[in-house]
């Protein structure tokens, strides 16, 4: 009885140790494999397409590819995660083209506005983040936001549609310059091209098309204007100089 407890406990011993062996050999035998496939295919060449603003090279950098990777091992969802990490990339698109070139087609993000906050210029994008600070000179015939989107989000969100309502309708390209100022929503106001514009809270495209039907006027009677008001239904409000000088 003695003996038979004794077999079945080597009995036991061994087939753990026989487990513990066939797990060890399968974990070596994928290490071996997995080394041995990468010398396969290697991803000699990257190509990029549809970049403008950011480089090859900072797009390499961004996938983490270093030229040792194999096509058949390099997983599309991890390079299109690293690569949308940018605020400048939109989306991704990847193709593996056998031998050895891995094919990137990239859509980048459109700067939407320009964001004047403290004193420091930003390039934004239409949801209002923050593509890059800009040290030169502004990008023309894109509008400016001034103020600051964390103290006032609210008003920060009605100016982003204001420039949307004006990119939309070309209305922002065919101005030298456009200035929002990011205040209460029912306060909101733009300046263009020097004249003040009380624009106030929704109907932003309603709101451009009366501007626009305005200015033709105001330009053939020649009119010196102090502001103009939008903010009222069907109905348009022009204040000019000289009721303000009296």
Do not use: C
């Amino acid at each position: 009885m003695k003996i038979k407890k004794r077999e079945n406990k080597i009995r036991k011993i061994l087939n753990i140790f026989g487990v513990v062996f066939l797990i060890f050999m399968f974990i070596t035998t994928v290490y071996i494999f997995t080394r041995a496939i990468k010398s396969y295919f290697p991803a000699k060449q990257v190509v990029f397409t549809g970049n403008k603003h950011l480089t090859d090279d900072e797009l390499k950098t961004l996938t983490g590819i270093d030229g040792n990777e194999s096509l058949i091992t390099i997983s599309h969802r991890e390079v299109s995660q690293r690569l949308i990490k940018s605020p400048w990339i939109k989306s991704v698109r990847i193709r593996k083209e056998f031998p050895e070139t891995l094919s990137i087609l990239v859509e980048e993000t459109v700067p939407f506005a320009l964001l004047d906050m403290n004193g420091h210029l930003f390039l934004i994008d239409e949801n209002g983040r923050f593509l890059e600070e800009l040290k030169s000179d502004p990008i023309p015939f894109l509008p400016i936001i001034i103020g600051d989107p964390f103290k006032e989000r609210e008003g920060f969100s009605d100016a982003l549609h204001l420039a949307k309502a004006m990119n939309d309708m070309n209305f922002s390209s065919l101005r030298e310059n456009i200035e929002i100022i990011i205040s209460e929503p029912k306060e909101l106001t733009a300046t263009i091209d020097g004249t003040v514009v009380k624009v106030g809270a929704g109907d932003f495209v309603e709101k451009m098309k009366r501007l626009i039907e305005l200015e033709d006027e105001i330009k053939r009677r020649d009119i010196p204007v102090d502001y103009i008001d939008v903010r009222f239904a069907n109905r348009v409000v022009v204040k000019p100089i000289k009721e303000v000088v009296r």
